[in-house]
């Protein structure tokens, strides 16, 4: 558009004719739209850099809408009014340097030269007659004379002038006024100038003298050599006219030559304050955004702050009751208000995390197993003790359903009932619980106690109160029994005569059962009424060595070996119980060993171990035997027997030994075929029996003892 522009200012020869008014306005606006949309980019590429620096980020649309909005609103107007402006300028411009302008403007200049023209020429032939006139006078009185003067003035009168001068030039050139009117107070010597004087004398009839203020002429007075008369009309406003009139055509005449360059430099004005305009309303807009935005971006700066959980967040206070301070404040009681809320919640959530920790701890360290779950039956808290009677091996049961995780609790849920004993196997042992339902309104909460180790000292009591009334039952009348039958046989056996061989085998099969009943009821006195034990500091593998010699001689096809540390050191038992009890273990295993098809003289193997592993020792006797029955965890209960002549109080009699001992006994089968009897001491727990005497009561022993001997 800028060489569109200079091309059409510089084209054709006539550099001094004005544009037409079309052709401006074409070139102001094709100029001003495109220099405007130019300001309006800048400034939207300002109002980008500021928003991407301000709070509130983005591409800044907010900057750049009230950019276009102002310059919209600046421009269209503007436009319209630098285009009328410059349609007005040009037709005045065109009016004034129009040819009938100039000709009226040359013509009223021409008409006030002619008149001062005129005017000359009057003071001009008044001044020649007046000559004269003053020569006749001066032929009949002299120039001095009062009357001269009186016809002088007259003269002046007459003939409309205001000031005259007769003087004389001397050979020298000098002037000498001989006679003088000057009302004025003028120096007249100083107007007549010696080329007028020479005029004169070429014959010239007279010489206009032109001074300011006053049209004067010179002539020459014909009465004697080198006499001049200078007589003149003084009008001061008459003069001013004629230089103004000349000064106006000189302007006219240079404005006219001036008449493109000003149209041009009329219209660049307007061109350039447009644009400053423009400009200033961009910066108008962008100050005006920055000031709407900053509340704004302050707005999203605390708001951004608030999300990220900073909930003293607060934006300045506003200082206009605009709705741009209405929602500043709405805003800062908001987050005010979600502070305290907070704060609220917070206490509230520390309160419940405080009671839930509480609750987890309780739960935690009591024995009874806790499980919660919602109404669908799903585990919403479980704690250890209910994780360990459970045994199901889960790394987490929080979520899972109850039937998947315990069956028989699901089915007793099923069943609607408050309270019941429940049976369940958990890793391959029968556990009996104690289980209690209670509702809420999120769910269930079974709470369940582990009897098992309760029912079977319930029924080992029981089985001791029954084993103890019948050895007194039965002992007593055993030994009556005995006497009768030996007497019998000693004091009849050579009477009878009719089959003494049958009355012998009765009698003698009569001693030998009584004989049973007596080892029978022994076993029951010995189950039922145990003595306590006496701890001391006894080498366990000796008395492991003892036993096995026992039946290493009486069975010599069994293979016993003994495998054991050197370095395990004494441990604290009773020497006599703990060897009973091993005996019992070896009994049984020499037992099923031949059990087996082929019976003893088929071979086996009997193997002890001991070891210690930190503080515990480790007893295994392992044999070749038949195995465990089906129903292995009933072999500790008193009279559960497998073989026909067992009485089912040998393993029994270990397991209370054994828990007397604070140790524990478990049953695996052997590799291969077999059975693994498993005692596992620990020494923290026998160390302080040591010096410990042997009671009757469990309640007398400290109270970790205690609760272990109990548990």
């Given amino acids: 558009m800028a060489i569109a522009t200079y091309s059409i200012l510089t084209a054709g020869t006539e550099r001094e004719q004005l544009l037409t008014p079309v052709v401006v306005a074409l070139l102001l606006i094709g100029n001003l739209v495109p220099a405007i949309a130019l300001l309006v980019l800048i400034g939207r590429r300002v109002a980008h850099g500021r928003a991407s620096r301000s709070p509130v980020g983005g591409d800044g649309r907010l900057h750049v809408r009230l950019v276009a909005i102002f310059s919209l609103v600046a421009s269209i107007p ?14 005045g411009v065109e ?6 302008a100039r000709a009226t403007v040359e013509g009223s200049a021409t008409v006030v030269q002619d008149s001062y023209k005129r005017e000359e020429d009057r003071v001009s032939v008044n001044t020649q007659v007046m000559a004269g006139d ?9 120039i001095d004379n009062p009357q001269f003067t009186i016809f002088f003035l007259q003269q002046l009168k007459q003939r409309e002038l205001t000031e005259g001068l007769v003087l004389q030039v001397k050979p020298g050139g000098a002037v000498d006024a001989l006679f003088l009117f000057n009302p004025y107070d003028r120096d007249l010597n100083t107007f007549i100038t010696p080329a007028m004087i020479a005029a004169l004398k070429a014959g010239k009839p007279s010489v206009v003298v032109r001074t300011p203020g006053a049209i004067g002429a010179l002539t020459s007075l014909p009465i004697g050599p080198d006499n001049y008369l200078y007589a003149a009309r003084l009008d001061p406003f008459f003069g001013q006219q004629i230089q103004r009139a000349r000064g106006v055509l000189a302007d006219y005449r240079e404005l006219s030559a001036r008449s493109r360059s000003l149209q041009l430099r009329f219209n660049a004005a307007l061109l350039v304050i447009s644009l400053l305009i423009v400009g200033a309303a961009v910066w108008i807009a962008l100050q005006v955004a920055d000031r709407l935005v900053r509340p704004v971006g302050e707005l999203v700066d605390a708001a951004r702050r608030v999300a990220a959980g900073d909930l003293s967040a607060r934006v300045t206070g506003p200082r206009s009751r ?33 009671r839930r920790a509480l ?5 935690s360290g009591v024995s009874a197993g806790v499980i919660s779950t919602d109404r669908d039956r799903r585990v919403r808290l479980m704690n250890a003790s209910a994780d360990d009677l459970l045994a199901t091996g889960h790394s987490t049961l929080i979520g899972q359903s109850l039937g998947d995780v315990a069956p028989e609790l699901n089915a007793l849920l099923d069943r609607n009932e408050r309270e019941a004993v429940v049976q369940l196997a958990t890793g391959g042992e029968a556990r009996t619980l104690a289980v209690k339902v209670a509702t809420d309104e999120g769910g269930y909460v079974l709470t369940f106690d582990d009897i098992t180790q309760q029912l079977n000292d319930q029924r080992r009591a029981a089985w001791s109160d029954v084993a103890r ?4 039952e039965i002992k007593n009348p055993l030994t009556p029994i005995q006497l009768a039958a030996e007497r019998l046989k000693r004091r009849y056996a050579k009477e009878v005569t009719s089959d003494p061989a049958i009355f012998t085998q009765l009698t003698d099969t009569i001693v030998r059962q009584v004989g049973d009943l007596r080892r029978m009821v022994d076993e029951f006195s010995s189950f039922a009424r145990m003595p306590k034990p006496a701890f001391q500091p006894e080498a366990l593998v000796d008395i492991a060595r003892q036993a096995l010699f026992l039946y290493e001689v009486a069975h010599p096809a069994i293979r016993f070996t003994i495998d054991a540390d050197a370095a ?7 020497r006599r119980q703990l060897g009973q009890a091993l005996t019992n273990v070896l009994k049984n295993a020499v037992e099923a060993i031949a059990e087996q098809p082929g019976g003893e003289s088929a071979g086996g193997s009997v193997t002890m171990t001991i070891f210690e592993r930190d503080r515990f020792v480790r007893l295994e006797i392992a044999d070749s035997g038949i195995g465990l029955p089906a129903d292995r965890d009933r072999l500790v209960e008193p009279y559960m027997t497998t073989r026909a002549r067992g009485t ?28 693994i009897v498993v005692m596992t001491f620990d020494r923290a727990l026998l160390a302080p029996l040591a010096s410990i005497a042997p009671i009757d009561d469990a309640d007398a022993l400290p109270a970790e003892l205690r609760r272990t001997v109990r548990g």
């Fill in 359 to 363: 609750i987890e701890t309780v739960l």
């Fill in 568 to 574: 395990i050191d004494d441990l604290v038992c009773d």
């Fill in 95 to 100: 009016f004034w340097f129009s040819d009938r």
């Fill in 134 to 142: 003053t020569a006749d006078a001066l032929s009949q009185v002299p």
């Fill in 648 to 675: 089912g109080l040998g393993l029994a009699i270990v397991k209370k030994i054994i828990e007397e001992h604070l140790a524990t006994m478990s049953f695996t089968d052997r590799p291969g075929g077999g059975t």
């Fill in 469 to 472: 009334r019948i050895a007194h």
């Fill in 78 to 91: 503007m436009l319209l009014v630098v285009v009328f402006a410059s349609i007005l300028f040009q037709a």
């Fill in 322 to 354: 605009d709705e741009v301070g209405t929602l500043a404040t709405a805003f800062n009681r908001m987050t005010h208000r979600l502070q305290e809320q907070t704060g609220d919640l917070v206490a509230a959530n520390d309160t419940i995390e405080r």
